[in-house]
């Protein structure tokens, strides 16, 4: 399953991504676009997958697109090129599973957009964000018109997008797109414990809770009240939630639980 520019490992449920062209700080071009496609379908219909995470090789994340192989000469090949983006996009931001950006270094352009995409952002100390777009005369791709303004607040997208400055990992944190920072040998086990974690939660109650949640900014009290009433029906349903209560009772180990913070 692994590619040249992308290496993928699944182990224990947990599928790793990893952007596999380091001397690039693992900027996408053709070839990374394609092989991501394929491991998201592939993971979006593998149910043995419980939890993701992204990562880069080295001491980055992702720089974004490759800008040497940027040669678009019309409107509409700019169009197909991010069009051809989408549907892989798409799937991971909605993917009924958790995802964990593991963050460290560069975190440029659609590097950025792949972290939005994820549920939770560990950041190392020496992780830095922009959305450089600006600077080259083109707008922020790969999801990321839906995801900032969600993830950071409008005022704060404003301010990314239009300045294309750099913030570190204290100020995206400050800002709400990093939920941890930790020391950069610690970054890669963080993430794999949080994601261990989150693949322990139940699926149903986890897959039905994230996909109300994507819908609700967008949604008014009356729909989200009729997701909530249909999500919870199905959650009792579910034998995993009668574990976990028989667990509760009994005072046994829980089903689910989530791990210690870095101190």
């Not at 071009?29 to 997958?49: F, G, K, P, Q, Y």
């Not at 974004?64 to 989408?86: F, K, P």
């Not at 964000?129 to 791709?141: I, Q, S, Y």
Request: aromatic letters at 6%; glycine letters at 8%; a neutral charge.
């Amino acid at each position: 399953m692994s590619g040249s520019t992308l290496l993928v490992d699944i182990e224990d449920g947990i599928a790793t991504l990893c952007f596999n062209r380091p001397e690039a700080k693992n900027a996408m071009n053709v070839a990374m676009r394609a092989e991501l496609h394929d491991a998201v379908v592939r993971i979006r219909a593998e149910r043995s997958v419980r939890a993701v995470v992204l990562r880069g090789a080295g001491s980055d994340f992702c720089s974004g697109g490759d800008v040497r192989g940027m040669n678009v000469t019309s409107a509409q090949a700019g169009r197909e090129r991010i069009d051809d983006l989408h549907g892989w996009v798409s799937m991971l931001i909605d993917l009924d599973r958790p995802v964990i950006a593991a963050v460290d270094g560069v975190c440029y352009g659609a590097g950025f957009s792949f972290a939005l995409a994820a549920d939770f952002v560990i950041a190392s100390t020496r992780a830095r964000f922009c959305m450089p777009f600006m600077k080259v005369g083109l707008v922020p791709d790969c999801g990321a018109f839906y995801t900032l303004p969600r993830v950071v607040g409008l005022a704060c997208a404003k301010d990314l997008v239009f300045t294309a400055r750099e913030v570190g990992a204290v100020e995206a944190k400050a800002m709400g797109a990093v939920l941890e920072i930790v020391e950069p040998d610690r970054l890669h086990a963080r993430a794999a414990q949080l994601a261990a974690s989150l693949a322990a939660a139940s699926p149903v109650a986890f897959g039905v809770a994230k996909r109300a949640l994507n819908q609700s900014l967008g949604s008014d009290l009356r729909t989200m009240l009729e997701i909530e009433a249909a999500a919870q029906g199905i959650a009792f349903t579910t034998e995993y939630h009668q574990e976990a209560v028989r667990r509760f009772r009994e005072k046994a180990e829980p089903l689910f639980k989530w791990p210690a913070r870095e101190t």
